[in-house]
């Protein structure tokens, strides 16, 4: 079964330091992951994705993830937080195979502050 | 978002109440998602189009009903409202059915059942 978690429901960096999220999942079908952000009172709006190919992906707002099939991981990167940072992080998996396919599934989301 | 809207944006509505909720897209996507968002859930499937007429459940249909007579609409009905429906619902589209472009989603609508 498709599964997703997020390791943190709050995450505290300050400003300039690295940024990790962290994502793991399960998956039945080869995983197609996305991670999206989402800013106070906006909806979600795709930040990176990875399909098939290269591993290493990079999105938006120099944001990065690595795909890491052993591990089952999918954890997100910034090596340095900004202000404009802060937000809810959502990590999410494509659906099982059938019908379901292209329904996406989200983990419970991460939080991430930045201090000045 | 452009290209996909829902409103009415807020809703404070009472129990036992029906609610419909719009979500209108332009990109002429095949494939249409309703989502609620709940602290500590994240976001959870209600239901789903794979086109005019063709809708199927998510893991939270319980309570919930949706149509699509157009493209262009998909709409989410509560029946009878309850105040565990109180949540933001957001709508999403894409023109794929195998998930490889994700998804884009609308602004959201802010549901309270009192």
């Known amino acids: 079964a498709q599964s997703v978690t997020q390791l943190g429901s709050h995450v505290s960096v300050s400003e300039g330091a690295l940024v990790l999220l962290r994502c793991n999942y399960s998956?039945?079908?080869?995983?197609?992951l996305f991670w999206y952000v989402q800013y106070p009172n906006q909806g979600l709006q795709l930040l990176l994705k990875y399909t098939t190919g290269a591993t290493l992906v990079k999105g938006i707002n120099g944001f990065e993830a690595e795909f890491k099939k052993s591990e089952t991981s999918f954890h997100l990167t910034k090596p340095s937080a900004h202000m404009s940072d802060a937000a809810e992080y959502f990590c999410?998996?494509?659906?099982?195979?059938?019908?379901?396919?292209?329904?996406?599934?989200f983990g419970k989301g991460t939080k991430l502050s930045v201090k000045p | 978002d452009a290209g996909i809207t829902q409103s009415p944006r807020h809703k404070v509505t009472e129990t036992g109440t029906p609610v419909t909720l719009r979500c209108h897209q332009t990109e002429n996507h095949r494939y249409m998602y309703w989502y609620r968002q709940d602290p500590g859930h994240g976001l959870r499937l209600i239901h789903y189009?794979?086109?005019?007429?063709?809708?199927d459940k998510g893991e939270v249909s319980d309570g919930y009903s949706v149509s699509r007579s157009k493209t262009e609409d998909f709409l989410l009905t509560l029946e009878s409202a309850t105040s565990s429906q109180t949540s933001v619902y957001f709508c999403?589209?894409?023109?794929?059915?195998?998930?490889?472009?994700?998804?884009?989603f609308g602004s959201g609508t802010r549901l309270t059942v009192v």
């Open positions: 999410a998996v494509r659906g099982p195979s059938g019908g379901s396919q292209g329904n996406l599934i």
């Open positions: 189009s794979y086109g005019v007429k063709d809708t």
């Open positions: 999403a589209i894409s023109d794929s059915g195998t998930g490889i472009y994700g998804y884009t």
């Open positions: 998956s039945s079908v080869p995983p197609y």
